[in-house]
Nanobody, 123 residues
Framework: QVQLQESGGRLVQSGGSLRLSCVAD????????MGWFRQFPGKAREFVAA????????YYADSVQGRFTISRDDAKNTVYLQMDSLKPDDTALYYC????????????????WGRGTQVTVST
């Protein structure tokens, strides 16, 4: 099993930036592809970004393309989500997760979810 813990979410003004972090409690992190999802109130979780275990491939939801960047640091067992040019529509609970079938943006192909970190973008 893989335990995941997100951090970095907070209130930020529209147009601002945040960097979310996700620390994985596992000795096999360097061989695991990872991803980020987000959830709006009353809605299903929505794919945001994913990164291959090698760090050489990434892909994003159209809604965040060009604004968000996913990265990883295997020495720290950590995956990051750099969020720039934030909009009020980005307000959501952001989840870190493990990808078990590459490539995919389908929630069914992800497991080992964190508890989420709240991002709120003010108008």
């Amino acid at each position: 099993q893989v335990q995941l813990q997100e951090s970095g979410g907070r209130l930020v003004q529209s147009g601002g930036s945040l960097r979310l972090s996700c620390v994985a409690d596992t000795r096999t992190f360097s061989s695991r592809s990872m991803g980020w999802f987000r959830q709006f109130p009353g809605k299903a979780r929505e794919f945001v970004a994913a990164i291959h275990w090698s760090g050489e491939q990434t892909y994003y939801a159209d809604s965040v393309q060009g604004r968000f960047t996913i990265s990883r640091d295997d020495a720290k067992n950590t995956v990051y989500l750099q969020m720039d040019s934030l909009k009020p529509d980005d307000t959501a609970l952001y989840y870190c997760t493990h990808n078990k079938r590459w490539p995919s943006r389908n929630e069914r192909d992800f497991n080992y979810w964190g508890r989420g970190t709240q991002v709120t973008v003010s108008t």
